[in-house]
């Protein structure tokens, strides 16, 4: 009981201390400077386009509940695209289902996605984002099936789907 009072009291402390961002890496700001990525706009411009759940993700670095994308059940061939800025991310080729509640794949396309160190939730994790836009879309854990052994477990609202166009 003592630890779980210890752990509880240091973490709001922290959180009082930082104004609730101390578990947010991007202190709220959910911005990446200019020069990192192709694609920049404002915080309105991207109001503007993405739905305020899109938003809390892919600006935010949110993550959205697990079990409620429908992408979850997505078993049609096609590519899973970033819904900020719509670059080709996924096959469905190498999307399988985890277990975990969110759309898990083994591999992103080549010059898809870029990652970076998370040390958020008092773990190391790796952060994946579109490449182009800079925009959050979960993480890479080393516990996916061959031949990578990787899983990008996604948050769905992050991705827009696009089935292949049969010939």
Avoid at 54 to 82: M, W
Avoid at 89 to 111: A, Q, R, V
Wanted: with cysteine.
């Amino acid at each position: 009981m003592r630890r779980r009072n210890f752990l509880y009291g240091g973490a709001g402390v922290m959180a009082a201390l930082t104004g609730g961002t101390f578990f947010l890496r991007t202190g709220g700001s959910g911005q990446a400077s200019a020069e990192e990525f192709e694609i920049t706009k404002t915080a309105e411009e991207w109001r503007a386009i993405l739905s305020p759940e899109q938003y809390a993700v892919l600006r935010e670095e949110d993550t959205e509940r697990a079990f409620t994308s429908p992408l979850n059940e997505e078993k049609r061939a096609g590519i899973f695209h970033c819904a900020g800025c719509d670059l080709p991310l996924y096959s469905s080729e190498t999307k399988y289902d985890s277990g975990t509640g969110w759309p898990s794949f083994w591999e992103s396309l080549p010059d898809a996605i870029g990652t970076k160190e998370d040390n958020t939730f008092f773990m190391t994790r790796t952060e994946c984002h579109c490449r182009r836009c800079g925009g959050h879309l979960g993480h890479i854990f080393d516990d996916g099936p061959p031949p990578t052994g990787k899983r990008h477990c996604l948050n769905g609202v992050a991705l827009a789907f696009k089935p292949k166009v049969a010939a």
